[in-house]
């Protein structure tokens, strides 16, 4: 998967913003960060939930590593080269609703 269409995904989604967070840029939803992409655009960082990062950590090894963040496991790396373009996308959308403002009735 290229970065572009990381990049036309994730700005899709409601209220994201692209930023840049030290040296790296990053998508935010209401202010708050769900993905980080350092230089190169190689890999992006996402911040989903525990227990989704277990999984995605067991099921795709194979481009998919821990995301450590002062020793503590905060997200996953994806490897975008070797990456499943629709699990990155569904793993975007994840990141964007744990983050997002909880919407009245939803």
């Known amino acids: 998967m290229k970065f572009s269409a990381v990049r036309t995904f994730a700005l899709s989604l409601d209220d994201v913003s692209e930023a840049p967070h030290h040296d790296f840029a990053s998508f935010r939803v209401a202010g708050k960060i769900f993905v980080t992409v350092p230089p190169g655009e190689e890999f992006i960082h996402v ?48 990141a964007w609703a744990h983050k997002a403002p909880k919407r009245k009735g939803a």
Request: glycine share 6%.
């Open 47 to 94: 911040f989903i939930p525990e227990e989704r990062r277990e999984e995605v950590l067991e099921l795709h090894s194979a481009f998919a590593d821990k995301l450590l963040w002062g020793g503590k496991v905060v997200g996953v790396r994806i490897r975008l080269a070797d990456a499943d373009a629709a699990l990155v996308k569904q793993l975007l959308r994840e």
